[in-house]
């Protein structure tokens, strides 16, 4: 880019008062967001910020890009359609774990799939809010809600399960109060070229609060968040001597200098691996035998939906006798009278 | 070829039915059989029939696929009611067309297909032929199969290929029946097998052989001849609804200066639009065959928001899938063109056959006060120009249109007299430029009352769409009781106004007085061949029938108040009559409606119109 791009956090914000509920985790969130789009060098008109229907979903009233509230379940469509219409563009798109999940569970797989460059923030805070209380597909089996009044029956979604599953090429999760490490995460996602998504572990203060507090528990929160890093060992804790291995076809978590272990046996995270097997243990880690895993877990660039298409079309046009519209009508079989 | 002139006839008309089972090559036969008689300057209209089922049962008679074509030397408006020529490959074909051939008509049969067998499989008990009493009619019956393989003995072919080709021997005796010559179909048939020689080779010898074989048993007494109708000067070609309708959405994109981007999920009849635009990468048309209907709309919405002429196509169990975020194109007020090939409903109904039944989803259906713009294509070839007036009206006007066409006019072909592109309308869009002083997404720009369109990447223009309601010109979210009514105001105002920018309704025949017949969208060619045959016989008789259903043309009352009765003609229960009733509650309608699934008859129309004439 030829012109230099200074813009600040606030050149993101828009006029509109922002009317999470207080202590609601999305507010952190916005300010990363804000701010990695800031730190990215992209015109601002570049930004478009897509969002379907749900709490997190009112995401786009309060940046200052191009934006659109769309409808429930459907952000990944529309999403996908600004995309392939546009290359150019920089495409953010804005759901919760209902929104994603459930109504619109199949865009989702199929965005994924497809690999179209966009940008997935989840909030994942394993409740519907907007409607005041119902289970959501990442409510645990168990949980108490409006709906699920004796407990739901049902058992969760794991987001990068389902992202592996439809052959994702980038899966990341972070939590609304680590800023820092969300905005980190949204820039790398922004500028990973391919689908992204970026599971945001999200408080609920109303309607699931402390969903996430097994994790957030000052006390514990060392030993029980595992940041990962490309290329470096997966170690943790208080006292920064836990780590995982390998044991045979499944992870385990280890301490080091004990029976024998020390760091370098400790596995260090490749992120850019092809084969997701490993990704798909990272991503599954959880209480209480494993810390959950933060940070990026997944990221294999591959060719996206929109440059094969854009090839395709200039290949064809290439070959193709049929230059405009005019052509296309005297082609084939036609006659004179 | 016969010299003896006591043995042609000239026909004004013809309507020939070739019929087989789904596996028999009956499209290709019917489609290279109107190429050549468009070629020799026949007008035309054709119409295929084919089952559901990919590959039903194969001798049964829910197996039977046919391809009807209706060729004269003066204007043709439909594919006919009643066959005067019929080719049924297999007893099935016969039994499942028997009610579609007229009296004294000739059959062209394949006798070596008339078996027990194959007499169970169509299930009758024993030979149709007699079963079903034909006396009056003039049967051929051919050993079709076996002079095919006869003809190809010198060949070394498989017996599956040879089989295959005796499709052409049913069309060069049918070439012989109406002196059409054999060149074009020798020149499609090398074409088409150019890189398997001895195919090429086996189908022009069955061709050929079969016209020899009319020619020598001359059992067609007398042989037909229809000469060339009175066309207006200009290049034709061959065109049905549906290739049509993704080509007037190619050349509206190109006319204003915009991609073409297409979200779809297939469906039949649609699913060919979507397939063609697929096939246009050569135009830079981008398609995106989407995961389901929703995301197939969404995508288009996606696409339009981005700035390009986006359309979406599906037939009726789609257009239910598409409702919630059609909404969604209202209150953005995004251009879009949603296309609903109407078929025979409701649920998954009678998916290859026509309807009209879709009209009040698309004028009502959708939650909260959603208007848009309806308009209707009316002949196959026409499809092209309604497709393009779709995405005039949706660019022009910052709304999303749907443009109903029906299984009928998807499916049917024409010849079509080529547009010149120059000639067709520029479509001015309402793109706002960078630099643009104080943007505001819903600031009214005139009496039409559009809104800007800012496209993302165009610096300053920033700005926020959605679902929820919006304050007028900020375009902010707003809860404020009477923003929301201003707003519905609005956009119920912005749709009105497309009056503006349509043509008045026109009558053909009389102007006042005892009766005018009304229609619209796809059975304009049945109608009008009525209302011709009437008003030819004497009868008095007005005709209109509307492309324009919303907003309806300026002059309708007008027009409408002109006549005593007015009789509403549709192939459903009656719900262009009822919006009508409902915008003309001064007015009386009386209807005649239709719902097999199938197009009109001639027969029937005339019958209803002289009872309404006859009634005091």
Request: charged share 20%.
């Amino acid at each position: 880019m030829s012109e230099q791009i200074n813009l600040s956090p606030k050149d993101f914000k828009s006029d509109q008062e922002v009317r999470w509920c207080a202590g609601c985790g999305d507010h952190a969130v916005l300010n990363a967001v804000h701010k990695s789009m800031s730190e990215l060098g992209i015109p601002k008109e570049k930004f478009v910020v897509i969002s379907g229907i749900g709490c997190s979903s009112r995401f786009p009233y309060y940046m200052n890009t191009y934006a659109m509230h769309s409808i429930h379940g459907r952000a990944a469509a529309i999403s996908s359609g600004v995309k392939v219409a546009n290359p150019e563009l920089n495409v953010w798109m804005i759901t919760g774990d209902g929104d994603c999940m459930a109504i619109g569970g199949n865009h989702f797989i199929h965005v994924v799939r497809r690999n179209i460059n966009i940008n997935i923030l989840l909030f994942n805070n394993q409740i519907y809010g907007l409607t005041k209380g119902q289970y959501s597909p990442t409510s645990l089996e168990g949980q108490v809600t409006k709906t699920s009044p004796f407990g739901s029956i049902e058992p969760p979604f794991h987001p990068g399960e389902l992202v592996i599953g439809a052959q994702g090429k980038f899966f990341a999760r972070s939590i609304d109060n680590n800023v820092k490490l969300c905005t980190k995460i949204f820039t790398e996602a922004a500028q990973f070229k391919g689908t992204s998504v970026v599971e945001i572990l999200q408080n609920c203060v109303i309607y699931n609060d402390k969903a996430h507090g097994y994790l957030t528990d000052k006390a514990h929160k060392e030993d029980r968040q595992l940041i990962i890093e490309h290329g470096k060992p997966m170690i943790y804790g208080k006292e920064n001597n836990k780590g995982i291995v390998l044991d045979g076809l499944s992870l385990k978590t280890v301490t080091i200098g004990e029976n024998g272990i020390t760091e370098k046996d400790i596995l260090v995270h490749n992120a850019y691996n092809k084969n997701p097997i490993l990704h798909l243990m990272i991503a599954n880690m959880s209480q209480p035998d494993f810390p959950v895993a933060l940070g990026i877990i997944r990221a294999v660039e591959t060719d996206t939906y929109e440059e094969k298409l854009v090839q395709q079309i200039e290949q064809i046009k290439e070959k193709s006798t049929i230059k405009s519209m005019k052509d296309l009508l005297h082609s084939g079989n036609i006659w004179h009278v | 070829m016969t010299d003896n002139k006591e043995q042609i006839k000239e026909l004004e008309e013809v309507v020939i039915r070739f019929s087989g089972d789904s596996g028999d090559g009956m499209q290709l036969t019917g489609a290279l059989f109107s190429d050549t008689s468009a070629l020799l300057g026949n007008d035309l209209t054709t119409f295929p029939d084919y089952p559901a089922e990919i590959r039903a049962p194969q001798g049964t008679v829910g197996g039977v696929s046919g391809f009807q074509v209706h060729f004269g030397q003066s204007e043709i408006n439909t594919p006919g009611d009643y066959a005067d020529v019929l080719v049924a490959m297999n007893p099935a074909a016969l039994v499942a067309n028997v009610k579609w051939i007229k009296r004294g008509s000739t059959i062209i049969i394949d006798i070596d297909s008339f078996t027990e067998k194959n007499f169970e499989k169509a299930g009758c008990v024993k030979d149709p032929l007699k079963q079903l009493g034909f006396r009056d009619f003039n049967i051929i019956k051919a050993p079709i199969s076996t002079l095919t393989r006869e003809s190809l003995k010198g060949l070394n072919l498989d017996p599956k290929s040879i089989l295959r080709s005796k499709n052409m021997f049913a069309l060069g005796m049918v070439y012989w029946l109406f002196h059409r010559p054999l060149e074009f179909t020798q020149k499609f048939i090398e074409n088409k097998f150019k890189k398997i020689p001895v195919i090429v080779e086996a189908n022009k010898i069955v061709l050929k052989a079969g016209y020899y074989y009319a020619e020598t048993i001359e059992a067609l007494h007398p042989s037909y001849r229809v000469a060339p109708a009175q066309i207006k000067k200009g290049t034709y070609r061959n065109i049905n609804g549906n290739i049509a309708t993704a080509w007037g959405l190619i050349a509206a994109a190109e006319k204003a200066n915009l991609n073409l981007f297409i979200g779809s999920y297939p469906i039949t009849p649609a699913t060919e639009i979507l397939q063609e635009l697929s096939k246009r990468k050569d135009l830079g048309v981008k398609s995106f065959q989407a995961e389901d209907e929703i995301a197939g709309i969404c995508t288009a919405i996606g696409a339009s928001f981005a700035g390009q002429l986006a359309v979406t196509t599906t037939s009726g169990p789609g257009l239910s899938l598409k409702t919630e975020a059609i909404g969604l194109a209202v209150i953005t007020e995004l251009p879009l063109v949603i296309v609903n090939v109407q078929r025979g409903g409701p649920s998954t109904g009678l998916p290859t056959k026509t309807e009209q039944s879709d009209l009040m989803q698309a004028l009502f259906g959708r939650h909260g006060e959603s208007p848009l713009v309806v308009i209707a294509a009316s002949s196959p070839s026409n499809c092209f120009k309604y497709a393009f007036e779709a995405a005039r009206i949706a660019l022009e006007h910052m709304t999303p249109v749907i443009l109903l066409t029906d299984g009928f006019l998807a499916n049917g072909s024409e010849p079509w007299r080529i547009p010149d592109m120059e000639a067709l309308p520029k479509i001015t869009t309402t793109i706002v430029k960078e630099g643009t002083e104080d943007f505001q997404p819903y600031r009214r720009l005139n009496e039409d009352m559009l809104r800007g369109w800012a496209i993302p990447g165009t610096k300053g223009l920033e700005h926020r769409l959605g679902g929820l309601e919006k304050m007028a010109v900020t375009g902010a979210v707003s809860y404020v009781p009477e923003n929301h009514q201003v707003m519905t105001y609005e956009r119920e105002k912005k749709i009105n106004q497309v009056v503006n920018s349509i043509p008045d309704i026109t009558v053909l025949g009389e102007q006042e007085g005892e009766l005018l017949l009304i229609g619209w969208g796809g059975t304009y060619g049945h109608l009008y061949t009525a209302y011709r045959e009437l008003t030819k016989a004497g009868h008095k008789l007005g005709f209109a029938h509307f492309n324009y259903i919303k907003p309806l043309p300026a002059n309708t009352h007008e027009v409408l108040k002109k006549y005593k009765k007015l009789l509403v003609c549709e192939l459903n229960l009656g719900q262009f009559a009822n919006y009508l009733r409902l915008n003309f509650q001064d007015l009386e309608f009386s209807q005649y409606n239709k719902i097999q699934g199938l197009p009109f008859t001639i027969i029937e129309l005339k019958e209803q119109i002289l009872k309404i004439l006859e009634e005091k």
